[in-house]
Every structure is written in structure tokens, then in C-alpha cells.
């Protein structure tokens, strides 16, 4: 397992061990201790989640105000455009965000730590998307930042048409 730091540093890239012949491949998508040696996080997950969504769908940008979770994101079947946005007011990278291609292809996963708005918008037909989380899911919490924030300006992959998102997420407020 390799783990890059991205532009904002505690958000990390994770390219697992690829094992593959004739007959497909093989990779641990999580194993506790190879995550611990290369990222020097001992994390506890305690819920995993599973969705999947349609072309032009963008879901996000989540977080939970209280509580908030880490998530170890992937994707198992299509493609994304995935994005951490650093939301912690002390942090050098406030107000930054980060943007990385997840398939099935290449096997990649991004590692969202706590404290961080996330979302993304699907690229191919369709996309599975599985993500581990270190905080159970508290609605009572939970929060959108608008997708389209001119204050964040995050390049979306849109090719000039408009995403389709969910009607709370439409109503994600400003960040700033």
C-alpha cells in the first residue's frame, strides 16, 4: 500500500498493492495494520456505507458539525470525481480544496480526514461508491456546503451541463 499526501497534506491518496494476471486481480481494499504503517493513522471505523448513482450525479459537499467522521472512499464499479474541502478554521489549508479521479480501473482510494466537507460527482454511466467511516452517521448533524460556492471554486468535470443532486443537497449553503 502506498499513501501520497495531496495538496491539502492530511488528505491522502492510498494506491493499494495490485496483484493481477490473465484471470483479473487481487488487492486488500483494508488491512488495519499496512494502513497504520503507511499513513501513521491507527484509525477505528465503525460503519461502512455503499451507494450508487447514476452519470451527472454529485453528491455533497457533507460534513457533520458534531461528530464529525473520517472516510476511506472508493470506488468498486465506474468512475468519480472525488473532493475533500479543509472546513477547520485553524488549519494552513482552510478554504482548500482537493480533487482526485476514483474508479474501478485504478483502484484508488482517498482518505477524508475528520473535519473535512466531502463530495462527488459521477463520471461514467453509473458508480458504486463504498466509504468506511470513524463516526456513525448523525443526521441531526449533518451539513451541505454547496456544491457550486464561487468562495471554494472547485473545477467540477462538468462539461458545461448541470449536475443532478438531491433536493437537500440544493439547498447547501455558502462556505463562507
Not at 10 to 23: K, N, Q, S
Not at 114 to 141: I, M, N, Q, R
Amino acid at each position: 500500500m502506498k499513501a501520497t499526501s495531496t495538496a491539502i497534506p492530511d488528505v491522502l491518496l492510498i494506491e493499494p498493492r495490485v496483484f493481477g494476471d490473465a484471470r483479473g486481480f487481487f488487492f486488500e481494499s483494508f488491512n488495519a495494520r499496512a494502513f497504520a504503517q503507511a499513513t501513521g493513522l491507527d484509525l477505528n471505523f465503525v460503519q461502512d456505507n455503499h451507494s450508487k448513482s447514476a452519470h451527472g450525479v454529485l453528491r455533497g459537499l457533507h460534513y457533520q458539525e458534531q461528530k464529525p467522521q473520517g472516510k476511506l472512499v472508493r470506488v468498486v464499479a465506474g468512475e468519480v470525481f472525488d473532493v475533500a474541502v479543509d472546513i477547520r478554521p485553524q488549519s494552513p489549508t482552510y478554504g482548500q480544496w482537493v480533487g482526485e479521479i476514483l474508479s474501478a480501473d485504478n483502484q484508488r482510494q482517498l482518505w477524508v480526514p475528520p473535519g473535512l466537507a466531502h463530495g462527488f460527482l459521477v463520471l461514467s454511466e453509473s458508480a458504486e461508491f463504498l466509504y468506511k467511516t470513524t463516526d456513525y452517521y448523525a443526521p441531526e448533524f449533518e451539513r451541505c456546503i454547496a456544491w457550486n460556492d464561487p468562495a471554494l471554486a472547485i473545477a467540477w468535470p462538468l462539461n458545461g451541463a448541470e449536475p443532478l443532486v438531491s433536493s437537500k443537497d440544493a439547498l447547501g449553503r455558502r462556505f463562507l
